[in-house]
Nanobody
Framework: QVQLVESGGGLVRPGGSLRLSCAASGFSLDDYGIGWFRQAPGKEREGVSGISGNVGSTYYADSVKGRFTISKDNTRNTVYLQMDSLKPEDTVVYYC???????????????????WGQGTQVTVSS
């Protein structure tokens, strides 16, 4: 069965870096698109970045462009989100999700995604 497990969250100072991992099982990363989303309490889930299945097309939200980088390792069936120059406003729960239709470019809309991980908390604070 399809499963997504996020890891790598934690506490970091402003300006610091974290790398989130999304370990996928039950499917190949070439077959599905993968998106990263984040959600603050009481707010809508926001698309952060995504990578399409076989083409490798990517997108980034304006709020993270130039600071976050998405990549994938097919041998580990894992997608990464490298987050640099972190700001306090990046403090939220981050989720990865899989889109069976793997559009190019990947969708930034949560309703496009079919499977979700449990989330990992990122806290940026001094």
């Amino acid at each position: 069965q399809v499963q997504l497990v996020e890891s790598g969250g934690g506490l970091v100072r402003p300006g610091g870096s974290l790398r989130l991992s999304c370990a996928a099982s039950g499917f190949s990363l070439d077959d599905y698109g993968i998106g990263w989303f984040r959600q603050a309490p009481g707010k809508e889930r926001e698309g952060v970045s995504g990578i399409s299945g076989n083409v490798g097309s990517t997108y980034y939200a304006d709020s993270v462009k130039g600071r976050f980088t998405i990549s994938k390792d097919n041998t580990r069936n894992t997608v990464y989100l490298q987050m640099d120059s972190l700001k306090p406003e990046d403090t939220v729960v981050y989720y990865c999700a899989a889109d069976v239709f793997r559009p190019v470019p990947p969708s930034s809309l949560q309703e496009s995604y079919d499977y979700w991980g449990q989330g990992t908390q990122v806290t940026v604070s001094s």
